[in-house]
């Protein structure tokens, strides 16, 4: 899964906004 992100810039860019949300939300 980790080698899809890599290869997929928009997932990862996604991974990222939904860990920034869940760091602001906490």
Do not use: G, I, M
């Amino acid at each position: 899964e980790v080698e899809e992100v890599h290869k997929n810039p928009r997932a990862r860019s996604a991974e990222l906004w939904t860990l920034k949300k869940y760091e602001t939300d906490k």
